[in-house]
């Protein structure tokens, strides 16, 4: 059975840069679609940012665009979502989710297999 386990996240100030990693266990990610998302204090989950299994079609956000990319080893099968020049808007648990399609990024709970979520925090 497919489980994603999440590292990095934390506090950064405005304009940092933090890497956050989604690791498998249980199966392969080769042939997953990977999403993240990321849910604020009294807002709804949206997604972030979703790669295909072949690691070269990739989907963001209008509010990450040029700031975040997302990339995969499959070698390491893992993740990344690396997030650049990050704002106090950007501030969320983020997740990353398997087992759907990228072309479903804006539909969080069609998503079966999540990670257990990371604190971003960016304050001055």
Request: glycine share 10%; hydrophobic share 35%; proline share 2%.
């Amino acid at each position: 059975q497919l489980q994603l386990v999440q590292s990095g996240g934390g506090l950064v100030q405005p304009g940092g840069s933090l890497r956050l990693s989604c690791a498998a266990s249980g199966s392969t990610l080769d042939n997953h679609a990977i999403g993240w998302f990321r849910q604020a204090p009294g807002k709804e989950r949206e997604g972030v940012s979703c790669i295909r299994s072949d690691g070269i079609s990739t989907n963001y956000a209008d509010s990450v665009k040029g700031r975040f990319t997302i990339s995969r080893d499959n070698a390491k099968n893992t993740v990344y979502l690396q997030m650049n020049s990050l704002k106090s808007e950007d501030t969320a648990v983020y997740y990353c989710a398997a087992q759907a399609a990228c072309d479903y990024l804006h539909i969080p709970f069609v998503w079966a297999s999540w990670g257990q979520g990371t604190q971003v925090t960016v304050s001055s």
